[in-house]
């Protein structure tokens, strides 16, 4: 799945209330209100379980890796239990699977291991729609090696990629094609595997950022046909950890920067120091949550995952349209990104007439409504709309979100355009 995001029934997926009670952080209270988290853009909440594991193993496990002694194997097995569980989440082999402190790290060590071997002239296409965690790196290396940045422009009419765009931009000195598979700022779902295939058929590298694709849709790698996809866990519920998928024999043929002693392997040739070992069992952890909610224990994980992910693009669905439709109708309200019902997110950013994106978030968080805003590192996106000074106030719905708290984000809004105290 990576264009369009089909509906699935609801009622074989744990109900609402089951999932919101595994949240400790949906007790919190501003006033006589719990708090209604819309930052899961920015980072969701993490459940229970998680914590658990992660406090289990610095309690019982804890130790450094590829040592003879009981504590150092345990952490060896976890570890790898842990690349296979994130396997699973992607579509993928354990072998393919390395870890690091998050998507923009990651993401840096492998574009310099890129750039060892371009050389100037080469051309390195990067989009109009992504996060900077997908452009900085390739900028600094059209910068240091002498190669041409070209971009893959935004229809602003759209907030898609400009049909067509890619292949006129392709040349034979086309090296690497860098493609977000969704918006962070405007919930966009790029049709990756097209982009992906034209790419690849010229020879280029194809590097995928899917940190804000993957807490909404199966991440399937292989019908991506990228090179390298990375993602978050802290998105998806999980700690602040980095994942990425490197094809295997890509992965071996980069030229990576590393110590001598380091393990020259793969997938661990891509990881750098000792590894927040207690975060990986945690992203392990978010992934088994996820699973759980299909309450199905006979099929594999995968197809768990596969079901569980459907039936929340359905809840969410809803709740984004009853959000979007609110939001519109209220006077003074712009809206970016596309319409429900088309390949999106359900993550919305909007700005407010006469109130800036911070103002618009301090006046609903005493309300108990938590939003995001900025420009969420969508640099770019914020320049081309013209809000790259005042941002945006950004709004996503998450697992544990509902309608009661999209009516109360709608009404906080509806209440600052009136004036009310």
Known sequence: MTGRLDPAPTDTIASLDAIRAQFPALARREGDQTVAYFDGPGGTQVPRSVAEAMVYYLLHHNANTHWAYPTSVETDALLGQARETL??????????????????????????????????????????????????????????RGAVLKWLPLDRSTFRHEDGALARLLSPRTRVVAIGAASNILGTISDVATLVAEARAIGALTVVDAVHYAPHALVDVQAFGADFVLCSAYKFYGPHVGVVYGRAEVTAALDLPRLEPAPDWVPEC?????????????????????????????????????????????????????????????????????????PRTPTVSFHVRGHPSEAVARFLAPRGVYVSHGDFYATTVARKLGYAEEGFVRAGCACYSDADEVARLVSGVRDLVRGSA
Do not use: C, Y
């Open 87 to 144: 396997a699973d989440f992607l579509g993928a082999t354990a072998g393919e699977i390395a870890f690091g402190a998050n998507m923009t790290t990651l993401l840096f060590h492998i574009a310099r291991a890129i750039g060892r071997r371009l050389q100037p002239g080469d051309e390195i296409i990067v989009t109009e729609l992504d996060h900077h965690a997908n452009v900085a790196p390739w900028q600094a290396l059209a910068k240091e």
């Open 270 to 342: 891509l990881e750098t120091g000792t590894q927040n070992h207690e975060g990986i069992i945690g992203a392990a952890a978010a992934v088994e949550f996820l699973a759980s909610i299909s309450g199905d224990a006979t099929s594999s994980r995968r197809e768990r995952l596969g079901h569980v992910m459907h039936g929340l693009h359905a809840r969410a669905e809803q709740l984004f349209t009853q959000l979007w439709d609110g939001l519109r109708g209220i006077d003074g309200v712009t809206l970016f990104g596309p319409p429900p019902g088309t």
